[in-house]
């Protein structure tokens, strides 16, 4: 799982996706009823993969509104977060999405959408571009396989007007002004993975990509806590329990090394996870680090 929630607008998230088993359709945070998959898609390995041909879905996933509703806040100042590996750029598919608010009684959303208005460029999608405008400089896809983090944040301002930024790897793809600032009520809204927008019953865009996790906030963070959702700072405690020392750490894509002194030489710790024990004869003199 991504993004550990280390900072305050934790309390902000209202939607969250992790595909991990057992919870594979499921929002952790429980407003969102669970999703569907439709046609291709499917989930496996704690990602959901999400298919398409030319501006076609044929693979997707949409929150069932028929068996639920949305039960959260009214969301008006947002932000969406996805980490995701693409399998295919425009040539393959194109004006799909990642991650898509919608209403589920008109067509009302805005979502992180790939390649609609610029080839294998992001932008915010919306509905009659009501709250588009292509981001500059963005950034340009090339290659396909790799892991990334998209998050657009949308932050209503005085005056009817909406700010709207997209960052890709935590770094900064264009930030606009628009107007026509909207909202999403509980018991009107609905999430949709693969396309533009729609609902139980499909609706335009394709996307051909595995999404490992989303996220939906009701804040617009700021580009620190954008950061910290991509890179997360490292935690290390150690406490002693009974015999045994033990070492905790919230990243589990960090290492843990061994030294005796803290000049080194440092080396892996073979199996460590967290939480790692070990007899306290057996940690005498040794010095623990994490490692990126």
Do not use: C
Request: net charge negative; proline share 4%; no cysteine.
């Amino acid at each position: 799982m991504f993004g550990n929630l280390p900072f305050t607008a934790s309390a902000a998230l209202v939607g969250h996706w992790t595909f991990e088993s057992g919870e594979e359709l499921v929002d952790r945070i429980g407003n969102f009823p669970d999703l569907i998959l439709k046609g291709d898609s499917l989930v496996a390995e704690g990602k959901l993969d999400v298919n398409g041909s030319g501006t076609s879905a044929t693979g997707w996933a949409v929150s069932d509104s028929g068996s639920g509703a949305y039960t959260g806040p009214t969301i008006k100042n947002k932000t969406l977060v996805v980490w995701t590996v693409l399998q295919g750029l425009n040539d393959v598919a194109k004006a799909g999405s990642l991650l898509t608010l919608d209403r589920v009684g008109s067509d009302h959303f805005d979502g992180i959408i790939f390649g609609e208005r610029q080839n294998n460029r992001w932008m915010n999608g919306s509905s009659g571009f009501g709250r588009t405008a292509d981001f500059a400089p963005g950034f340009e896809e090339t290659d396909i396989g790799n892991l990334i983090q998209l998050a657009i944040t949308y932050e209503h301002l005085d005056g009817g007007r909406l700010r709207v930024t997209g960052y890709r790897n935590a770094e900064q793809m264009g930030q606009y002004e628009t107007g026509n600032p909207s909202q999403w009520d509980s018991g009107d809204a609905e999430i949709l993975f693969g396309l533009r927008h729609g609902g139980l019953g499909g609706g335009p865009g394709g996307l051909d990509a595995l999404i490992e996790e989303a996220q939906l906030y009701r804040e617009a963070l700021n580009a620190n806590e954008i950061l910290e959702l991509y890179a997360p700072p490292l935690s290390l405690s150690a406490i002693r329990v009974d015999k045994k020392i033990r070492i905790e750490w919230t990243d589990a894509t960090a290492g843990l090394e061994a030294a005796e002194t803290l000049d080194g030489p440092w080396s892996p710790v073979a199996d460590a996870v967290s939480p790692f024990e070990q007899d306290l004869a057996a940690a005498a003199k040794r010095y623990f680090r994490l490692r990126k």
